[in-house]
């Protein structure tokens, strides 16, 4: 599966693992997370993640 980097602080999203804390079961492509999840580190959108090569 794709993991996908947060541009402003370098976290990164592993579908494997998802965000369990933000309610995001392991397992969940980035492209089925809702509109509306943050990145639990510094709160930017997902219109601010990159796909990691």
Wanted: proline letters at 11%; one cysteine or more.
């Amino acid at each position: 599966m794709t993991k996908y980097e947060c541009v402003p602080c370098g976290w990164v999203y592993d579908p494997e693992i998802g965000d369990p804390d933000g309610g995001i079961a392991p397992g969940t492509a980035f492209e089925d997370i809702p509109e509306d999840w943050v990145c639990p580190i510094c709160g930017a959108t997902k219109d601010d993640f990159q796909v990691v090569e």
